[in-house]
């Protein structure tokens, strides 16, 4: 403002003084000193701890932090700095502006941090210093790692799985959703049992949190118990082990149901013939001629529970010979259904009779002539359910369709690894299975993966690693692959594996 009015302007200048020590020229401070002479005068450091040791377990990775908590902190990692910072004593009389890691070799078992200081000193100056802490690991193990290794099989908490269904598509999805949120991490071990899977832990927290990510993910009930195991009278501590025992809900996906009356009249008159599209924390319950779904929770079903009229393993594989559609496409609990009416015979009839059934199916947006089917024969199966009793005058269709079936468009892919894979759980197998129990399991799991590639609500939850064995072969032609599900590319993540062959490479490197 003052240029542009004309008006004169004096020049400031910064005035500097000599040093009082070694005379250089400096601007004024209060002690009328230079940086160099002040340091060689005042240590603000003097007094602070430049040496520290830390109790290190190998184990775990975590850090002893007095008198008896164990904090789990990473290489470098803000929690490992602040858990660094706090171990110092006399901090207090500086003023800490900065902190950071200096490297170090991962096997010396030092870990260096530069601190940077402020402290008042002569006559109100203010003055800043670094220095360096060495923090030395001595390796001790914490009670629970070395209570593990000293007795892998010694448990505190043991969370026993099971349903009694004849086949094991419900566990191969929930082994999935425990790797995808991490759930079982804190297990000591986990076992494969004939009706389920058992997990140990080795604190009783850890199994009631296992427990209540079950409850989040499945219809289940538990019940809990405890053994004394040993008494300290002079203390009065008891120790004990904790089982929970949970039972998750007999019913799966594409089960077909008959509802006892109680249920189907509290969801408003449902069926009382549905198919369970969707297993959760709750059960979605379709009518395949009417188009309408019901959600039963836990406890309503605990409170009334019922049994699968047909399974997933009595499936029968029928051809579409005709499909007129009855009503439009509609958008039913997140999925599309479209009734229609179908003219459906047996695979296994052709040469034999000429039998051809009339019936109505919620799949008309997904079946053409000359399609094939998987259903339920309700014309040949000799059912003994006690529900069906109860609903008098009710007519049994004869055959209820489930799924569309590519059955004959994978034989021309069999053989051929797929783009994708799973990880899987470290468990303990008994190996006194028979052959042909190994076989029906391969054979489930087998079905579990094309009943991934068929629905994506089922991958939504859960993590598809692309499969490093896979090479796309060149002279497959387009016709093999028309309307087969498979899974996209974008779905899959890169697997991070580190051979011990590198490991050893990195280490040598590193020496």
């Not at 005068?41 to 932090?65: A, F, M, N, R, W």
Request: net charge negative; aromatic share 8%.
């Amino acid at each position: 403002m003052a240029e542009e009015s004309g008006m004169f302007m004096v020049p400031q200048t910064v005035g500097s003084v000599l040093c009082c020590r070694c005379g250089i020229p400096m601007a004024p401070n209060a002690a009328n000193m230079c940086v160099k002479c002040l340091r060689s005068e005042v240590d603000i450091t003097e007094g602070l701890q430049k040496h520290v040791i830390i109790i290190h377990c190998p184990e775990c990775d975590s850090y002893l932090q007095p008198p008896r908590t164990w904090l789990k902190a990473q290489l470098e990692s803000k929690e490992l700095l602040t858990f660094c910072v706090k171990r110092l004593k006399n901090l207090n009389k500086v003023r800490l502006v900065h902190a950071e890691f200096i490297w170090t070799e991962p096997h010396s078992k030092r870990i260096k941090v530069r601190l940077k200081v402020q402290k008042e000193v002569l006559n109100g100056a203010i003055l800043e210093q670094s220095y360096v802490v060495e923090y030395v690991q001595q390796e001790h193990m914490c009670e629970s790692c070395s209570r593990i290794q000293a007795n892998p099989d010694q448990w505190v908490a043991a969370v026993q799985l099971r349903q009694h269904v004849s086949h094991r598509r419900t566990f191969f999805y929930l082994e999935q959703l425990i790797l995808k949120h991490n759930a079982a991490a804190s297990a000591i071990k986990i076992k494969q049992m004939d009706q389920g899977i058992d997990f140990f832990f080795s604190n009783r927290s850890h199994g009631v949190k296992f427990v209540e990510f079950v409850g989040k993910v499945a219809p289940v009930r538990s019940r809990n118990d405890k053994q004394l195991v040993s008494h300290d009278t002079k203390s009065n501590n008891y120790n004990y082990k904790y089982t929970f025992s949970v039972e998750i809900c007999p019913i799966c996906r594409e089960d077909l149901i008959c509802l006892p009356p109680k249920v189907a009249a509290s969801l408003g008159n449902l069926g009382p013939l549905v198919i369970c599209t969707k297993v959760t924390n709750s059960i979605a319950l379709l009518d395949p001629f009417t188009l309408r779904i019901s959600f039963l929770d836990a406890d309503q079903y605990w409170r009334v529970p019922f049994k699968s009229l047909s399974t997933s393993r009595q499936l029968v594989e029928y051809i579409v010979l005709d499909v007129e559609i009855v009503s439009s496409e509609v958008n039913v609990g997140g999925s599309k259904y479209c009734l229609a009416d179908a003219q459906v015979a047996r695979v296994s009839d052709f040469g034999k009779n000429d039998t051809i059934f009339s019936i109505r199916t919620h799949l008309g947006h997904l079946l053409n002539p000359g399609d094939y089917a998987l259903g339920y024969d309700l014309y040949g199966a000799n059912s003994n359910d006690g529900e069906l009793e109860k609903h008098k005058g009710l007519i049994l269709p004869e055959a209820i369709l489930i799924k569309k079936s590519y059955e004959e468009k994978r034989q021309k892919k069999r053989g051929k690894p797929r783009a994708w894979k799973l990880k899987s759980l470290d468990m303990e197998v008994d190996d006194r299975k028979g052959r042909a129990e190994q076989e029906k399991m391969n054979t489930e799991y087998e079905q579990f993966l094309k009943d991934l590639e068929e629905n994506p609500e089922m991958r939504f939850n859960m993590s598809l690693y692309r499969n490093k064995d896979y090479q796309p072969s060149e002279m497959t032609s387009v016709a093999d692959g028309d309307d087969l599900p498979s899974v996209p590319l974008e779905e899959l993540l890169a697997d991070l594996e580190l051979s011990e062959e590198e490991e050893g490479g990195s280490d040598s490197m590193m020496e």
